[in-house]
């Protein structure tokens, strides 16, 4: 291993480094870890010019290493593996934009991580590649941002509580949003459209979306609850609404409990909602969410947009989630960010997970994984230090 490391000029290659995500990703690097610091990283994208200009306008070093890397050309992206151990991307949406850089990685044997929200292409990239992945050694992770980290470790840290404290993990967990201020990103959008696209398109692509166990191959547990009606939570007493991220997040859970070999028992459930508050204006306002559809319209943000940094910094968010078992166990954990979801503390998740997937998860082997199944404590623990997040166990029946 120490060879290879010493063989590849950077540790990480910011695949994307001109878009608005991927500006926010260098300018956390350059805060967190300067040149000097043991990380070795490189800004790409595809043009030279506008890389010269973001490098620039973010005030990074002028020796900052640039890479014109285009995963439509198979040389770039060839060029990319020789010199790289990991590839962090923040272009999507991936089904459009990813595919091939997939490919790439899990041939070559280097690590990759990305932003995805996207289950039907996940799942496509899969069956397409897991097999190289493990036979190269190339750790794949999808889904590094706000979907799906703080609710992967959260779940990942509530059952191993659960295990500590009685014994075997809750069969039921409920995620509820319980507070959020912050903008979904351009890319959330347009990876929204172009699923929905695709799926009108491939009736196989609709069925994965429908399935909440489209990302575990072989594996089909209990009935999940749907989560796509306002309905009164009888555990907190609140109205709660359909929460836009629960399509990619339950995915991303049951294939990390999956790949953890069932920790978390075969019959797992799980379901995802937002907390919209107690009495009528709680339930006014679930069924006002219920009826939001601007995130898949036109007036939604574009891909290359977002807020500004004030915004970004005044943004938050803070999750429950809530274990409990036939006999009556139960269990809180609280999950927060310090930053709005979309940008600002997605930008530090990402960046965090490349580097404790190179630092700190060296025994996860080859293999397409979930955050929580590639690097589970060891991310939770970075994230605590370095970005923002709070992981608690809470009081509470």
């Not at 359909?242 to 991303?252: D, G, V, Y």
């Not at 891909?303 to 910094?313: A, D, F, Q, T, V």
Request: proline residues 6%; charged residues 20%.
């Amino acid at each position: 291993m120490q060879h290879d490391r010493n063989s590849k000029e950077f540790d990480i290659v910011v695949h994307g480094a001109t878009g608005f995500t991927g500006r926010l990703v260098i300018e956390y690097l350059l805060q967190q870890y300067p040149a000097g610091s043991g990380v070795r990283w490189a800004m790409g994208g595809r043009s030279a010019d506008k890389l010269a200009q973001v490098r620039d306008a973010v005030r990074a070093p002028p020796d900052t290493p640039l890479l014109v890397t285009d995963s439509a050309d198979p040389a770039s992206l060839h060029a990319l593996m020789a010199r790289t151990r990991l590839v962090l991307t923040t272009v999507g949406p991936y089904q459009l934009y990813g595919s091939e850089l997939v490919a790439a990685c899990a041939k070559a044997g280097v690590d990759y991580v990305d932003l995805c929200g996207e289950p039907a292409w996940m799942r496509q990239m899969i069956d397409a590649h897991e097999a190289d992945a493990k036979a190269s050694g190339a750790r794949i992770v999808f889904s590094c941002g706000f979907d799906s980290i703080p609710f992967d470790l959260g779940v990942a840290m509530l059952q191993d509580e659960m295990r500590a404290r009685f014994g075997t993990p809750a069969n039921r967990v409920r995620g509820r949003v319980r507070k959020m201020k912050g903008t979904f990103s351009g890319g959330t959008a347009a990876s929204l459209k172009a699923t929905m696209a695709a799926a009108s398109k491939d009736p196989g692509v609709l069925d994965l979306l429908r399935n909440p166990f489209s990302l575990t191959p072989g594996f089909e547990g209990p009935r999940q609850p749907s989560g796509n009606k306002p309905m009164l939570d009888e555990t907190l007493g609140l109205w709660v609404a359909p929460f836009i991220m629960a399509a990619i997040n339950t995915r991303n859970l049951h294939r990390s409990n999956l790949l953890l070999g069932h920790a978390w028992g075969q019959d797992f459930v799980y379901d995802e909602m937002l907390v919209t508050g107690a009495g009528d204006k709680g339930e006014a306002m679930a069924h006002a969410v219920a009826a939001d559809k601007s995130l898949g319209g036109e007036g939604g943000p574009k891909p290359g947009e977002g807020p500004s940094r004030e915004e970004r910094e005044a943004g938050f968010y803070d999750v429950l989630f809530i274990g409990s078992k036939p006999n009556g166990d139960t269990l809180r954990v609280g999950v927060k960010g310090d930053r709005d979801p979309g940008y600002g503390s997605t930008s530090k998740m990402i960046a965090e997970a490349a580097v404790c997937l190179l630092q700190d998860a060296k025994d996860t082997a080859g293999g397409i994984w979930t955050p929580a199944s590639a690097m589970g404590s060891q991310l939770r623990a970075r994230l605590q230090k370095n970005a923002g997040l709070t992981f608690a166990v809470e009081a509470g029946a």
